[in-house]
């Protein structure tokens, strides 16, 4: 089965009404704990029915290397270069709590690409960046590759109608191993242990019950595949704890239901509304809601609240022990937003010129992906310091994780997808 999933990815975001109601000056603003009903749950009906009961592969597939992130020098990304090197010359004679500087070609020195001490590991540095590292090189069959999962060894991600819909790439780089294969469209991946669940997307357009999601749960060797669930719409992203999964419907039913890891049950609606990204820590759930902006449920369910409303289409989304981290797409920017809801800040309060639409954390920066053109990025967590990692090339990035020394970003949407690397 193909189908365009890009197409619909933002479907019923009305952006008209988006654009009258972001305030060009909201980077700041104390915003009021508006409270969200919980919706009546849907989940009782028949095509809610539940089975009883987190990802990649290694069979070689013939890869299209021809097509791949635009890394190569531009003059944009010369310039670039040379203003960090500038940069770095000139703060020898500034102070001495200066940068660290050095007599390195700053340009060209792997272990010192951009600024002093900035090693790229195992890339080349060209023009003051590091060059990514492809772990799954760019394959035409690949129709779009979306959560992604990293160990000390391996990558495991879901692909959208591909021949498989879950599979394992060992690091550094290697073939590919078909994990899960139902024959249908993989979404949603989490892994605990040797366990990993993911979602699997069957049925015609345009609307469910057309469109089914299933769960199923298979070792990261591969195996039987065990199902969970079963839940009509198209599933997104899934999250594990100790007993139960979170999974979002973002076409069709749309929230955040959760169901038990060994399946047999009714999955229980926590919130309805649109799901764009979901983050689950400690007993509380966080969502992207587009629309409705950063929403928050306990994972045991009662009211969803929205903690901050929406410049315009708050989307992908990432959470620390006191903040939320979060892109707008309409309005270009990135925000965080303290999880106690004492406040909110722009982390890039210049607008974008490109639209963001993936980010991940570490312990100190935000990392961003975007649209196709749009670079790989990232800006300290106070807002300091943005700075690109990778220049824009012609493919969207579709998911951003980070793991160890890297960034990790996947690329590609129906006409072929890879994923790459890049040091930190």
């Given at each position: 089965m193909q189908r365009s999933r890009s197409s619909r990815l933002r479907a019923g975001i009305p952006v008209v009404l988006a654009l009258l109601l972001a305030p060009l000056g909201a980077?700041?603003?104390?915003?009021?704990?508006?409270?969200?009903?919980?919706?009546?749950?849907?989940?009782?009906?028949?095509?809610?029915?539940?089975?009883?009961a987190e990802g990649g592969a290694d069979v070689v597939t013939p890869h299209d290397s021809s097509v791949a992130p635009d890394v190569n020098v531009t003059p944009e990304r010369d310039a670039q270069a040379d203003a960090k090197a500038d940069a770095s010359a000139s703060d020898a004679n500034v102070a001495p709590d200066a940068a660290v500087t050095c007599q390195a070609d700053l340009l060209h020195d792997p272990a010192n690409c951009g600024s002093c001490g900035h090693s790229c590991l195992e890339s080349l540095c060209v023009q003051g960046l590091c060059d990514p590292h492809p772990v799954v090189a760019f394959d035409s069959g690949i129709k779009g590759l979306n959560d992604l999962v990293v160990t000390a060894d391996a990558v495991y991600f879901t692909a959208w109608c591909t021949w498989a819909e879950l599979f394992k790439a060992t690091l550094p780089s290697s073939g590919l191993t078909a994990?899960?294969?139902?024959?249908?469209?993989?979404?949603g991946l989490a892994k605990d242990g040797d366990l990993l669940y993911y979602g699997n997307v069957v049925g015609n357009q345009p609307t469910p019950p057309g469109i089914k999601s299933e769960i199923y749960r298979v070792g990261t060797q591969g195996g039987t595949l065990v199902p969970i669930a079963t839940y009509p719409g198209e599933i997104r992203r899934i999250r594990a704890d100790a007993t139960d999964l979170f999974f979002t419907i973002n076409y069709g039913d749309t929230g955040v239901y959760r169901v038990t890891r060994a399946g047999g049950g009714t999955p229980t609606p926590l919130y309805k509304g649109e799901t764009y990204?979901?983050?689950v820590t400690g007993e509380d759930v966080y969502v992207g809601g587009g629309m409705a902006?950063?929403?928050?449920?306990?994972?045991?369910?009662?009211s969803a609240r929205t903690l901050y409303p929406p410049v315009s289409n708050a989307t992908s989304i990432a959470v620390d022990a006191t903040h939320v981290y979060w892109v707008d797409e309409q309005d270009k920017r990135v925000y965080r937003g303290a999880r106690d809801k004492s406040g909110r800040q722009c982390l890039t309060p210049n607008v974008l010129d490109y639209t963001p639409k993936q980010i991940a954390i570490d312990d100190t920066s935000v990392y961003i992906g975007g649209d196709p053109g749009a670079p790989i990025a990232a800006v300290n967590k106070d807002g300091s310091n943005y700075r690109v990692l990778v220049n824009g090339g012609t493919i969207e990035t579709t998911n951003l994780t980070v793991s160890g020394d890297y960034v990790y970003y996947a690329q590609g949407v129906n006409t072929g997808a890879g994923i790459w690397r890049v040091a930190k």
């Open positions: 980077c700041n603003a104390l915003l009021d704990n508006e409270q969200l009903p919980l919706a009546v749950s849907d989940s009782g009906s028949p095509d809610a029915q539940v089975s009883s994990v899960g294969s139902g024959g249908d469209c993989g979404c990204g979901m983050v902006g950063i929403v928050h449920v306990q994972k045991t369910g009662g």
